[in-house]
């Protein structure tokens, strides 16, 4: 197999505060290949946006990478010096953020904005920039890119925004796409072109993506695969379809069963009682085992460590076969 | 875009003719002019004459016209104590009061901007804690105390710097500078200074919090994960972004500092415009300070309309909104 774009292992994030230190990301680790869209999902606070922000070296203090190493084709990124981690930003990683009304700043034009980037990172003339800066619009779908670029951003709607946002993230050809929640703020009409979009976007190029999003059903139809975290640690990751028709862990079979669907008779939609913990109390042994149906003694004492099952990877004790054995 | 300044231009003007109805009714209120003028043994026929021929007999109404009519045309009438025309008189004086109100302005916006800046990228460091004592002191402390106290410390003490005038001054045409001699620059530092320092707070305490607001946007976090140079996004992102309140503060506190230069001109005995009201003030010149309240309105206004166009340029979004309120 050929090396992976995007290899985390045991990644911990940590954000010290005066009441202690806090746990954001524990001991996370997955790969993304070469034109491969893996989803991140998993509900508000899971430490999806942290992963995102962590992989592109964005953690601001009191923040910080505490363990673990990110390696980008190889490289090791996770300690690299900011000069040097500032040039791997924006020309190896794209990020794409979540609200389009606020990324771009709104006192310059949307071209002087792509041009600044392209500019910063290849080595082109200001002429040169400024028509791969229309071709980039062209390509992420802008109409009349060579009269929109000279456009400040409160010209454009929201759909257009994000354009310019992933034109801007995709500018110096990048490696890898971080897009987090790029759908959220959106329409939903305007939420399925923006994801074909960055779904052609990666096969056209070959770039990874990683999409951090709450939506199953975006990631449905646009991943490769999915990891679902819960409480800032992998609960199952595995390729789409296996996710979704065949959830292993609990929590991810309760996210599978909180879809609404239109063919089903009229079922009540499954809910996962309670919430998820606060940082600052995980419980002890599998954090999820204070909502969970199928918890037993030892997920209240032990951590569950990642178990293969065929293509998926899942960190729950049913799926341990020592500890199956003592429950049974 | 035309429209917008037009209607700021007559609002201006609306607020022009305000202020000319308060400095005409300074003369009503401070007694009866002709008095002022002549003599304890004048008779009352020489009197009558003198009020006909200056067409104080005529109504009220003409009379404001009149005064309206010549204040457009900056005819303020004859000073009492110089019979010299007050426009003259003003006009002389204009140059020292704006060469020191423009040199305050100038260091207030340098270093409040540099220090606001610093004190905002570098907020922990020793040099921001001084700057924000100095700020404190700048803003506590009044103008003129500051005054004196510089003058005790450069001029009596060190004798560096001249305790008062402007020095040698240049003529060019009508206008009078202090900039093109040595001894006029050194006229000019503690002044200015002096002048300064309270707007030079208040801009650095305003750079400062708007650029740590400015710094928290997602814009920012968004030019840093374009992998944007930390000088591009300091400088070109979060500074553009801080002067837009900035311009509209440091423009309308420019007509405050011309104001505030009475206080200043005082100490440092600067013949400027403020010199010469708080003199006509102790004599009772009326014409002189209708004029010169005239002149800091006209100032105050044109500097406001000016801030109005300059935000337009700083701030692309104002230009659709003001093009689509008409």
């Known amino acids: ?328 | 875009m035309l429209a917008f300044t037009l209607r700021r231009a007559i609002q201006a003007i609306g607020v022009m003719i305000a202020v000319g109805i308060i400095s005409f009714s300074m003369f009503r209120f401070a007694g009866d002019p002709v008095n002022q003028m002549v003599g304890m043994d004048t008779s009352g026929t020489e009197r009558a004459a003198i009020r006909k021929s200056l067409g104080l007999d005529d109504p009220v109404i003409v009379q404001f016209g009149r005064y309206v009519g010549n204040a457009a045309q900056f005819k303020f009438g004859v000073s009492y104590q110089f019979r010299l025309p007050v426009t003259n008189l003003l006009m002389e004086r204009m140059p020292a009061t704006l060469e020191l109100a423009i040199c305050a302005t100038i260091f207030a916006m340098v270093s409040g901007i540099l220090m606001g800046v610093y004190s905002a990228l570098r907020r922990d460091s020793w040099l921001a804690h001084v700057f924000q004592a100095v700020s404190l002191i700048g803003i506590s402390l009044p103008t003129f105390l500051i005054g004196i106290l510089m003058i005790y410390l450069f001029s009596v003490t060190l004798g560096w710097l001249p305790s008062f005038g402007r020095g040698d001054v240049v003529h060019i045409g009508w206008w009078t500078t202090g900039l093109l001699t040595l001894s006029g620059l050194k006229a000019l530092i503690m002044p200015s200074i002096t002048l300064g320092l309270f707007q030079m707070t208040l801009i650095m305490r305003l750079v400062r919090a708007e650029m740590l607001e400015v710094m928290r946007t997602d814009y920012i976090r968004f030019a840093r994960a374009r992998g944007l140079t930390t000088r591009a996004i300091h400088f070109g992102h979060a500074l553009r972004n801080t002067l837009v309140p900035v311009i509209t503060v440091a423009g309308l506190q420019f007509g405050s500092v011309i104001a505030f230069a009475i206080i200043t001109e005082t100490v440092f005995q600067w013949p400027g415009m403020g010199l010469l009201f708080v003199q006509a003030v102790q004599n009772v010149d009326i014409p002189i300070m209708a004029a010169y309240l005239m002149m800091v309105s006209l100032i105050f206004v044109t500097i406001n309309l000016v801030v109005d166009i300059l935000y337009t340029i700083v701030d692309p979004r104002l230009r659709s909104t003001v093009s689509r309120a008409h």
Not at chain 1, 120 to 149: F, Q, W, Y
């Open chain 1, 1 to 328: 197999m050929t090396e992976p774009v995007l290899s985390v292992r045991n990644l911990q994030v940590e954000f010290v505060s005066r009441r202690g230190t806090l746990r954001a990301i524990d001991d996370v680790s997955f790969d993304i290949a070469k034109g491969e869209v893996l989803g991140v999902v998993g509900e508000s606070g899971a430490g999806k946006s942290v992963t995102g922000l962590a992989v592109i070296g964005l953690i601001d203090p009191p923040g910080r990478i505490s363990g673990g190493e990110i390696r980008l084709s190889g490289l090791r990124i996770d300690n690299l010096p900011p000069e040097e981690l500032r040039r791997v930003r924006g020309k190896r990683i794209g990020m794409i953020f979540q609200d389009p009304l606020t990324s771009l700043n709104p006192l310059y034009r949307v071209g002087d904005q792509i041009v600044e980037t392209i500019r910063t990172h290849l080595n082109l003339s200001d002429t040169a920039a400024r028509r791969r800066a229309i071709d980039l619009l062209a390509e992420v779908g802008i109409p009349a890119p060579d009269k929109r670029i000279d456009g400040y951003p409160h010209e454009f709607s929201g759909g257009m925004r994000q354009r310019v946002v992933i034109a801007l993230a995709i500018c110096a050809e990048p490696e890898l796409i971080i897009a987090d929640e790029p759908t959220t703020a959106l329409d939903v009409s305007v939420q399925a072109q923006i994801i074909s979009l960055i779904k052609r976007l990666g096969r056209d190029h070959g770039t990874a993506v990683m999409l951090v999003t709450h939506d199953m059903g975006v990631i449905a139809e646009t991943s490769d695969r999915v990891a679902v975290m819960y409480a800032g640690r992998v609960a199952e990751i595995g390729p789409v379809q296996d996710v979704v028709k065949n959830p292993l862990h609990p929590y991810a079979r309760g996210l599978m069963g909180a879809i609404p669907t239109l063919a089903g008779e009229d079922k009540r939609l499954v809910q996962i009682p309670g919430s998820m913990p606060r940082l600052s109390a995980i419980p002890r042994g599998c954090s999820f085992n204070p909502r969970c149906e199928s918890a037993f003694d030892r997920c209240r004492v032990d951590r569950p460590e990642p178990q293969t099952r065929g293509a998926q990877s899942v960190a729950c004790h049913l799926y341990d076969s020592a500890s199956a054995e003592s429950a049974a």
